[in-house]
């Protein structure tokens, strides 16, 4: 692949920023579309950016960016990717679950001061679920913003970039009534066996 093919995919996609407003999630899916000449039916980003990146990348690569995902990153064999982006999000995404975990279970046993164990990268969360997730991504949004700096038109920017729309969908797609009803039955379940 020739660099100048990233650095001209980079600049065509939509540029991303954290935020949750109507207008933004439509203006960057209009984009995608635009630029992917995608028809309605087809409302996966992510699918979209894979579908517009696999024109400018090596097999190798595009199979790289394919298999890179939010919801495995944590895993050992991002820990340990050769990608310096990709291995340092990965660590950090690992120790964030490990705290959070930590932190739940503190909660679950009544723990009042559960907000006040000593974590090394957790902020102190709020009680709200929506609103604890919602830190939470955006505490992996600036780990994505720091490890970005430097990398604008490389490998490691569109792998970030991806990280980031996933991030940006997973946010996207919460409803609080919907997670509200799921709390429940959650609860429901743990009490009824």
């Known amino acids: 692949m020739l660099s ?28 995608f579309k635009t630029y992917n000449s995608a028809d309605e039916a087809s409302q996966d980003l992510v699918l979209m950016l894979h579908a517009e990146a696999e024109k400018f990348l090596s097999t190798k690569e595009f199979n790289d960016l394919k298999a890179l ?78 490890l970005s700096i430097g990398h604008y038109s490389d490998l490691a920017a569109l792998f970030i970039y991806k990280l980031k729309l996933e991030l940006l969908v997973r946010w996207w797609s919460f409803n609080e009534e919907v997670g509200l009803n799921i709390f429940k039955q959650t609860l429901k379940m743990e009490v009824y066996g």
């Open 4 to 31: 100048g093919n990233l650095e001209y995919l980079m600049s065509s996609l939509p540029d991303l920023m954290f935020d949750n407003s109507e207008t933004y999630q439509k203006e960057v899916s209009k984009l």
């Open 69 to 146: 995902s939010l919801k495995a990153i944590h895993q050992e064999r991002f820990q340990n990717n050769s990608q310096h982006v990709i291995a340092s999000f990965s660590r950090f995404n690992h120790q964030m679950k490990r705290e959070v975990q930590r932190f739940r279970e503190h909660r679950k046993n009544e723990d009042l001061n559960a907000n006040k164990l000593n974590f090394d990268i957790l902020p102190e969360l709020s009680n709200n679920p929506l609103k604890a997730e919602e830190q939470l991504l955006k505490l992996q949004w600036d780990k994505l913003e720091e």
